[in-house]
């Protein structure tokens, strides 16, 4: 019983990062129709903006957080300007396409920069972890939670309650409808992609420091924020929520129980059986799949 | 013309090996000729059936570890009290195993993931090879894991074994023109018609009587046991294979050279295969770093999709015309 609840806790520790990669993911799909190979990129560039800042140029931990997640935005925004802006309305496997050529070129580029060794980023919180009963849990992964919650309510308060966020909703429902209202379908898939990017980047920079940062890391974050994606409904943010926190709570059980090598096998699985059994997700409404 | 072309470029490929006096180089070729029958499979379902399959690299993967287990014979403890041995087997049988197996993957794979279209199958053919890649990694009695499979056996036929490059080259040569010729048979059959008129417009296919899942299926069928034979030419060539070869990269590499060549057309993964299967090498010689090698390749492969969308063979095509 202890057991499952430590699983329990640290999937919920896990889980906070996890949503934040997927509402991204979510994000881009439900309003551009993008289906966004970089997003492992971004999280891997928060994590090595994160090192780059703390451990290279000795930011402090909590300036360096925002900065690493404004730089994020950054990049995607111009990622959107240069290669997505001139494809729009183009077929979905158009766009695929370049952007899994933009995956390579960024993953090669990290590569080049940091080289292939995993880079730690050391965090200023107490190693001793706080106790709770029969359950424990390091200081920096209830940091990591508690931020990454701030983010996501921070995104529902734009979706919902800013003039960006409602202009992001109508093109959600009707991309030609909004434009004719008046809303500018240019900068809301700029805004839209660099929000994205952003929460990617913001994932990497609360995780890397609690793992370690590595050129390949992003691949099996893209993957995790594909399935988290498909388990809550392609464009569902709350779906995205509750599927990333799902996600963490299969993974923890299926590594606690089965075998921790197949750890990252449960997120793929765990794909393969929605699409069999529920193409739509578990959380959308209405979907069309195609 | 045509026909003198052919023949001329059947006789440069048929005598290769007499001319080429570089180990290396003809490596390298054998290589790429077995990346362009995979890529040629692929272009099956992209190119013909219209499907962005972006787990290819399972059936070429499992094609290589079928036909290398089965050659090389193994023991796996399936229940605590049933234990399945396999004794080594002749090569040529091994790699029949190898495409069967793929097939069978792709039969499998291909009712339940046409359930869905675009952006979903797509997820579900990556989630498929990742699914793969961790059971090769993590299944270590079958597979022995990442200490991978060592000392496969070369392809023999009586006398005749395959342990120097010339034969080798000639065998990926003669595999990869049959399997030329089956696409083209193919794909000029009534089903191949089925598949290009599900590609371009399915609900009207639909409602002229053809059998969506079941040309899908066959498509994708035919197309991993094509994939699953360069898998098993591959194994029994390079003679050692670990999980690496179910990374995401080779799908990439199969994408890359079949869209760059011209989807849809019979001689575009050919022409992609060659570009791409000889680059590395040109830019080795460039002293580029491998870094930079895959930043070319994303590069190129965005500039392909902005630049010539339909693909090489397309393009020379309407010069020529």
Not at chain 2, 2 to 14: E, F, Q, Y
Request: include cysteine; charged fraction near 10%; charge should be positive.
């Amino acid at each position: 019983m202890d057991q499952l609840l430590q699983h329990g806790l640290n999937a919920l520790m896990l889980g906070g990062t996890y949503a934040l990669l997927g509402i991204g993911l979510t994000l881009i799909f439900g309003i551009m129709k993008v289906v966004n190979f970089t997003h492992g990129e971004l999280y891997a560039f928060g994590a090595y903006m994160m090192y780059a800042l703390v451990m290279l140029t000795g930011v402090n931990f909590f300036v360096a957080l925002p900065l690493a997640i404004a730089l994020g935005v950054l990049l995607g925004a111009a990622l959107e300007l240069l290669l997505l802006r001139r494809l729009r309305g183009a077929d979905i496997d158009t766009t695929m396409l370049v952007m899994i050529g933009a995956w390579i070129a960024l993953q090669a580029a990290e590569q080049l920069a940091w080289t292939g060794v995993a880079k730690s980023i050391n965090n200023p919180f107490p190693a001793a972890p706080l106790v709770v009963g029969a359950v424990s849990v390091a200081w920096n992964r209830v940091f990591v939670l508690v931020v990454a919650l701030a983010l996501i309510g921070l995104t529902y308060g734009l979706i919902n309650h800013t003039k960006l966020g409602r202009a992001m909703r109508a093109t959600f429902q009707d991309r030609e409808t909004a434009a004719l209202m008046g809303v500018q379908i240019g900068t809301i898939h700029t805004a839209t992609f660099a929000l994205g990017s952003g929460l990617a980047a913001a994932a990497g920079a609360l995780l890397g420091p609690v793992f370690v940062a590595y050129p390949s890391m992003g691949d099996l974050a893209a993957a995790k924020a594909f399935a988290i994606v498909i388990l809550g409904g392609m464009g569902s943010i709350p779906g995205a929520t509750i599927g990333g926190f799902i996600l963490a709570l299969v993974e923890e059980l299926g590594a606690g129980y089965i075998s921790s090598g197949y750890r990252d096998a449960m997120g793929f699985a765990l794909i393969i059986v929605i699409l069999l059994f529920r193409p739509t997700g578990l959380f959308a409404r209405k979907e069309r799949i195609g | 013309m045509k026909a003198a072309l052919t023949t001329a470029w059947l006789v440069v490929l048929g005598t290769l090996p007499l001319w080429l006096d570089n180990p290396y180089f003809l490596h390298v070729i054998i290589v790429a000729g077995i990346f362009i029958i995979a890529a040629m499979s692929l272009n099956l379902l992209l190119g013909y059936a219209g499907q962005l399959s972006l787990g290819h690299v399972a059936f070429f993967g499992i094609g290589a570890y079928a036909s290398a287990l089965t050659s090389l014979g193994f023991k796996v403890t399936i229940f605590p009290q049933w234990v399945l041995t396999v004794e080594a087997n002749p090569v040529w049988l091994a790699m029949l195993m190898g495409m069967v197996a793929a097939g069978l993957c792709g039969w499998f794979i291909g009712r339940i993931a046409f359930k869905v279209r675009g952006a979903y199958f797509v997820i579900v053919s990556i989630s498929f090879a990742e699914v793969v890649r961790l059971i090769a990694v993590n299944w270590v009695e079958l597979t022995q894991g990442p200490m991978a499979l060592n000392n496969i056996p070369p392809l023999a036929l009586g006398d005749l074994v395959f342990w120097k490059k010339p034969e080798n080259y000639w065998l990926v040569l003669a595999v990869a023109v049959v399997a030329y010729i089956l696409v083209r048979r193919l794909v000029h059959s009534r089903a191949g018609r089925a598949m290009v008129a599900l590609a371009e417009n399915e609900p009207l296919a639909t409602s002229v009587g053809i059998d969506v899942t079941r040309y899908l299926v066959l498509a994708t069928v035919v197309s991993a046991a094509m994939a699953g034979a360069a898998g098993a030419l591959y194994a029994h060539y390079v003679r050692i294979v670990d999980p690496d070869v179910f990374l995401f990269i080779y799908t990439v590499t199969m994408v890359i050279m079949v869209v760059t060549g011209g989807k849809g057309t019979l001689a575009g993964p050919i022409v992609g295969g060659l570009i791409f299967g000889l680059l590395p090498e040109g830019l080795r010689a460039l002293a580029f770093a491998p870094e930079t090698q895959w930043i070319v390749y994303g590069v190129l492969m965005v500039l392909v999709v902005y630049f010539l969308p339909q693909g090489i063979v397309p393009a020379l095509r309407r010069i020529r015309a």
